[in-house]
């Protein structure tokens, strides 16, 4: 088909895909480009594997405060995780 002038948008050149500088979102994100269920789908396994972990822990009869002790690291680095992910902290790089 052919398309005149004005169908165009103005950061839209012949073959070029469009730019997201100007506030537009790329599809699947939303317009603060926080992506909130890709963030949660990443970090799941990190509090997986730690909760799994205390739960042997306390499964097999060691002392119960080695379970403790593991949790605030577990939950650091899972909410860490999260956060690098939600905000596209390593977009830039």
């Known amino acids: 088909m052919a398309q005149s002038a004005g169908d165009e948008r103005p950061d839209e050149k012949a073959g070029e895909e469009p730019s997201f500088e100007g506030g537009d979102a790329p599809p699947g994100v939303d317009s603060s480009g926080r992506n909130r269920k890709w ?55």
């Open 39 to 93: 963030a949660a789908l990443f970090a799941l396994p990190f509090l997986l594997l730690g909760v799994g972990n205390a739960s042997l822990i306390l499964i097999w009869g060691i002392n119960p405060l080695w379970a403790f002790a593991q949790l605030p690291p577990i939950l650091f680095t899972t909410v860490l995780t999260y956060m690098v992910f939600r905000t596209d902290f390593l977009d830039d790089r």
